[in-house]
């Protein structure tokens, strides 16, 4: 099991940009692959990012494609999603979540083939 802890949630305007960052804690942070899930009020969890154990391949759902990049620091035992050109619609809670794998090259695009989610955190992205 392993604990996240998110942050750099907060309010930006359109177009702007935020980073945010997840800490994780306990089992070695190399077996996980790791995900951003975001959910919206009224919405299920929606999948934005994911990456590969070793941080060398990424993924993203289609709305966010070209606007947001994911990337890991493995010894930091940090995963973080860099946000630009922001929309009103990016305005959500932000979850990131790790899944156990042996496959290296394995991402994760839905929420149930994670096992560990950190508590949240708010971007508001106002017009």
């Known amino acids: 099991q392993v604990t996240l802890v998110e942050s750099g949630g907060g309010l930006v305007q359109a177009g702007g940009s935020l980073r945010l960052a997840c800490a994780a804690s306990g089992r070695t942070f190399g077996v996980y692959a790791m995900g951003w899930f975001r959910q919206a009020p009224g919405k299920g969890h929606e999948f934005v990012a994911g990456?590969?154990?070793?941080?060398?391949?990424?993924y993203y759902g289609d709305s966010v494609k070209g606007r947001f990049t994911i990337s890991r620091d493995n010894a930091k035992n940090t995963v973080s999603l860099q946000m630009s050109s922001l929309k009103p619609e990016d305005t959500a809670v932000y979850y990131c979540?790790?899944?156990?794998?042996?496959?290296?090259?394995?991402?994760?695009?839905?929420?149930?083939?994670?096992?560990?989610w950190g508590q949240g955190t708010q971007v508001t992205v106002s017009s």
């Open positions: 990456i590969t154990r070793s941080g060398v391949s990424t």
């Open positions: 979540a790790a899944g156990f794998t042996y496959n290296p090259d394995r991402i994760y695009t839905v929420s149930y083939d994670y096992t560990d």
